[in-house]
């Protein structure tokens, strides 16, 4: 289906996002796009990275939470409107490790309340307890040996999730080549899944190398091909990420006010598509460039 059929069906007021992608490579920017553009609203954003997707949707005021292990753009800075966002108080932030983020998807995946966990044992994380929204963990000790703490965190079961990857078939079985992340559990715990691949491939060839595939298509919900979905970020084996693009979203960002809206005016609200938006960022030059760094790379 197309990006706007995905979101309209799938994406609703008051939705706990799960986000796919970390900090430049595979971020599902197309449908994030299009989230903004149909205006959801009062979203909860969770994941391991939550990059410049997670920001960009901040910055429109579309996001009430987050539920992360951080938030940035790895060489091109931190996400700029998230962090004055949580500092002025508009939108809530909990605080998780990358670790403890798989370990509330793979309870969720699994069906379980909570999941333990030992890695954030004596880290800041538990102890700023006044920072927290809620009640986020429970330290207790191991039945088998009482003088282990283990701390238990709650599984967490995003509404629906969004991914960027490489190739799926008409069915729903998807590829993802390169870092997986947070992403199998995240998508296994999901109520839906919205997927945007670089090319849609026969089924035949699933079936030949079932070897490949890395979520079957029970997960699946929706399927939109979108060529060049991750721009700016990366996609391995397709393009590398635009620093251009990149330097040119974070300098509105840090900006923040007027310079930030006439970004999203120009590369979102006056598009009608994400095809429109690139040809905007530079077109078919541009990612020639991008796919030709990619291949020196791979």
Sequence with gaps: MTAAEAVSRYVFDG??????????GRCPMS???????QKKKDLTLV?????????????????RRTECGTGNMERFGTTFCWRRSVEKGLVENEDYSHLAMVTRFLGGEMGLP????????????????AFSTGKKFETISNPWNLEEKVVLLPSLNPDVSIVHLQK?????????????THEPEMIRASRALIVTCEEIIPSEEIRKYPERTTI???????????????????TYRYYQHDPEHLNEYQKSAREGGAA??????????????FDEYLEKVGGLKKYNRL????MKMV
């Design 47 to 63: 994941g391991c990275n939550l990059s410049i997707s997670m920001d960009m949707l901040v910055g429109a005021g579309l996001v």
């Design 114 to 129: 909570f999941m333990p966990i030992q890695s954030l044992l004596g880290s800041d994380i538990l102890s700023r307890k």
């Design 260 to 273: 930030f809206q006439a970004y999203m005016e120009k590369y979102i609200y006056s598009c009608s598509s």
């Design 216 to 234: 079957p298509y029970v997960y699946v919900n929706a399927i939109v091909l979108q060529p060049w979905g991750a721009h700016p970020t990366s």
């Design 31 to 37: 449908i994030f796009h299009e989230i903004i553009r």
């Design 291 to 294: 796919r030709q760094e990619m």
């Design 168 to 180: 799926s078939d008409e069915m729903g079985n998807l590829i993802i080549e390169g870092f997986l």
């Design 15 to 24: 939705a706990t996002i799960g986000v796919g992608g970390q900090t430049i």
